[in-house]
């Protein structure tokens, strides 16, 4: 499916009699979606078309509490409950642009939470893999994501210090959780050529994004950041 035809048939989907659906049954808050892309994305440093495009037809709104619907579009992070958030539509945005995604590629999330990131990372690669350590947040996603229509995202809950191995290698590791330190084993399942994007500290977290090139590894730090700490495993070195 084409471009165009997959963000058409986003669009409809979300308006569809089902769990999915807004209230009113068409989607009133395509013009904010529009106006956040043009806005807190485009008019910024994000310039990748796809995620672009993606930004402006996955409908955010349905990936918060009820509510908080009317502020889903707001240059902000949300509260999703269980003390985790939904980050602010610039750093979905950013991340998944720093991961330099290919259609072929396979991804690993850490850290699902209400779905939306891997709904934005489904739309732009062949298979999303991703863990979640809070039980009710993955369930709610999981069954989210089905509902949408996200049939090439597969939830798991439980650590993600160790992801994936049966699955990997990965083309892409993004990381919505902030650890201490770069987990060893994600840097293990990276694929040759392969990106792990992840916010890294405590008092002060900064992104970076990691890239395998054969035995080495190339850092680079991209921006400051402000995430909820990583749990699990992440904490115990």
Not at 84 to 108: E, F, G, H, N, W
Not at 161 to 186: K, N
Request: proline fraction near 6%; include cysteine; charged fraction near 25%.
């Amino acid at each position: 499916m084409g471009t165009r035809a997959w963000v058409l048939a986003l669009l409809l989907l979300s308006c569809r009699p089902d769990g999915g659906r807004t209230d009113d049954g068409d989607d009133p808050f395509r013009a904010e979606r529009l106006a956040m892309v043009e806005q807190q994305l485009a008019a910024r440093d994000i310039t990748d078309a796809a995620v672009l495009d993606v930004m402006r037809a996955i409908p955010r709104h349905l990936f918060v509490p009820r509510s908080a619907r009317e502020y889903a579009y707001g240059d902000h992070p949300l509260s999703i409950g269980h003390g985790q958030t939904i980050s602010q539509p610039y750093i979905v945005a950013y991340m998944t642009q720093a991961l330099q995604l290919r259609r072929s590629d396979k991804v690993l999330e850490i850290g699902t939470g209400s779905g939306y990131q891997a709904a934005v990372l489904a739309r732009l690669v062949q298979h999303v893999y991703t863990i979640e350590i809070v039980p009710a947040l993955g369930d709610s996603a999981r069954a989210r994501l089905a509902r949408l229509g996200f049939d090439n995202v597969t939830v798991r809950i439980g650590d993600g210090y160790r992801g994936w191995p049966e699955e990997a290698p990965f083309d892409g590791i993004m990381v919505t959780a902030a650890p201490d330190h770069v987990p060893p084993a994600l840097v293990e399942q990276l694929a040759d050529g392969g990106r792990l994007v992840l916010p890294v500290g405590t008092e002060y977290q900064e992104l970076v994004r990691l890239t395998r090139q054969g035995h080495q590894l190339r850092r680079e730090r991209l921006l400051p950041v402000r995430f909820v700490p990583m749990t699990g495993e992440a904490q115990k070195r």
